[in-house]
């Protein structure tokens, strides 16, 4: 049985810690230690940890905030496992995720393991399922070029892949992730698992939805980076990505800036009609009430 280091990174997660801690407490797959990197939380998050009685658990502490990936890049730098998982402290996982994936650790094909999921939505306490195909397996970019499908809470990587394509981009705050993973898809075998065993929890506070505009920022650098890089791979799926660039730009500028010309010539760019409408409502639309229906 090998074993998995999770990597739980923590500032200020005290309304969902317990929730997320118990989540891996309670697996049938029981080699498994919890990497707790608290990045200097001002709440009751360290003592909730604490007041957890399992061994299994090691608590790391920042001298300072650090950014997300920093944070993350810390953690896997204190872990020990052949595999590290990842668990953000807003979602949980079923009892089943890490046995599930047990047969499909020994096997030597795949470096990078990842799995569907429910999405809940907190606002309605409704679930709905992340994605209604069959997830692609193998050397999988195009196939996320077209529709990224990985959450990093359901993400399980051979430790070996960090030695060889490094780790994550610290000067990312929301793309990361992201950006690890498409460097990961060109070299790597990914295998999916198609039962939603994990639950990713949608609420007012996520950090991606309340900085569209850093989103925005983010995912330009990253796409012109590509642009001046040799990946092949990338020039293939340019417009996919170029796509998803113009719906971040028009979300960003719908929240954040004045409504214009430039804004509605953009949203008539769009190739999707039916985003498009999405988008000429919102532009008509006060911003009050477009934040508060994205609540």
Not at 73 to 81: F, L, R, T, V
Not at 190 to 216: C, G, V
């Amino acid at each position: 049985m090998k074993k998995i280091s999770v990597i739980v990174n923590c500032f200020n997660g005290e309304k969902y810690l317990e929730k997320c801690l118990k989540s891996i407490i309670n697996q049938k797959y029981s080699n498994f230690e919890i990497i707790f990197f608290d990045n200097l939380s001002t709440d009751n998050s360290k003592d909730i940890v604490k007041n957890i009685k399992d061994d299994r658990i090691r608590l790391f502490s920042s001298q300072k905030k650090l950014p997300l990936y920093e944070a993350r890049n810390e953690a896997i730098n204190k872990s020990s496992g052949d595999l590290i998982a990842f668990l953000d402290v807003d979602d949980w996982w079923d009892p089943d995720y890490l046995n599930s994936r047990e047969k499909d650790f020994d096997n030597t094909q795949y470096q990078i393991f990842y799995n569907n999921a429910f999405m809940f939505y907190e606002k309605n306490g409704k679930y709905k399922k992340y994605k209604n195909y069959i997830l692609p397996n193998g050397k999988i970019y195009n196939d996320l070029a077209k529709d990224y499908s990985i959450i990093i809470s359901g993400l399980i990587i051979r430790r070996d892949v960090f030695d060889i394509i490094g780790k994550f981009n610290s000067k990312f705050n929301i793309i990361g992730d992201f950006d690890l993973i498409m460097r990961a898809s060109r070299s790597f075998n990914f295998h999916a698992f198609d039962t939603p065993l994990i639950y990713y929890r949608i609420h007012q506070n996520n950090f991606s939805k309340e900085n569209t505009n850093i989103f925005f920022e983010e995912y330009l650098y990253w796409y012109q980076s590509q642009l001046n890089s040799e990946n092949a791979d990338f020039r293939k799926n340019k417009t996919f990505f170029k796509n998803r660039l113009l719906f971040l730009e028009i979300n960003h500028l719908l929240l954040n800036k004045k409504k214009n010309f430039f804004l509605i010539k953009k949203i008539f760019e769009y190739p999707n009609t039916i985003q498009m409408l999405k988008f000429i409502i919102g532009f008509m639309l006060p911003k009050k009430i477009i934040k508060l229906l994205k609540k």
